[in-house]
């Protein structure tokens, strides 16, 4: 972000010292609503008055949309450290997204997945940009709007002495993972794999966000951390060397893994944001986004709903 490099080296710095030092964490929740971050990449959005037209009454009076986040899930979601701000791939998707849509988004950062989805739920928060793991058990009280494709892999110690080259080779490690989402089921149910064979069960470790499991396996608490490889990749490139990803290329318990913005089940924004990041898909400015935070490999060609099929 040119114009906000130091904002960005700030940033940075902290999700490295975390990850190296053990510095600070997201707080348990950072209540009340964040000021937009004002750093899209890109050239300004023209709104898109149809779109906004279509927005519920709500949304249209308060003149706002209040997208909640973890705050710790780079390259897409990094909270400061006073947890007052957001920078990444999702907070410059909204900030264009808000400009097409002719409202502002703000957001909140909440202590986890289960807070995130039950606050869209229940009404408190209009969605989260994400983007979020789209699974069909998921999409029974959610629906997913997604503009990303996602794969899992290991984040290991240089060299990967434990040579994990897939999810079949951790029986007996000890792994980490993000408290309530799919990589945590998928490893216990690994797990179960590895006794029914006679092996030695998986010690799951499980934890609130991203920082805290990565500083499991570089703290030596953890042999890796399962998880998605856009954040992986992040926290491998900001460790120094001491780290590598482990099992790329490998399905590691997935089918094809989609992730996106959420809203409650059945609600009138899915579609309006569904065009709305269609919308920055075609005008260039999502390939821009998704570049500028190494997030290429993950792009799609066509935002979609509920794209996981069971």
Known sequence: MPEHAGKRATALLCAAALLLAG???????????????GQASAAAQTKDQALYDRLPDKVKQAGKLISVNNGSFPPYEIAGPDGRSLTGAAADMSDALGQVLGVKIEHVTVDGLPSSLTGIASGRYDFAIGPVGDFPDRQKNNDFVDWVKE?????????????????ADTCGLKISVMAGGSAEAVIKGQSAA?????????????????PTSVLAVSSGR????FSSQAPLTYFVDQAGGKLELA????????????????????SPLRDVLKDGIQKLMDNGTYEQIMTKWKTSDNKLDQAGVNLAKS
């Open 247 to 266: 099992g790329k290329g490998q399905p590691n318990g997935f089918d094809d893994l989609y992730q996106g913005a959420v809203v409650a089940k059945d």
């Open 23 to 37: 510095c600070g964490a997201n707080p348990p929740e950072a209540e009340g609503v964040l000021e937009p971050t």
């Open 151 to 167: 794969y899992v892999v290991f984040a290991v110690p240089k060299g990967n002495p434990d040579r994990i080259g897939s999810v």
């Open 194 to 210: 590895c006794a029914k064979e006679g092996k030695q069960k998986i010690t799951v470790q499980s934890y609130k966000d991203q």
């Open 222 to 225: 953890a042999d890796a951390f």
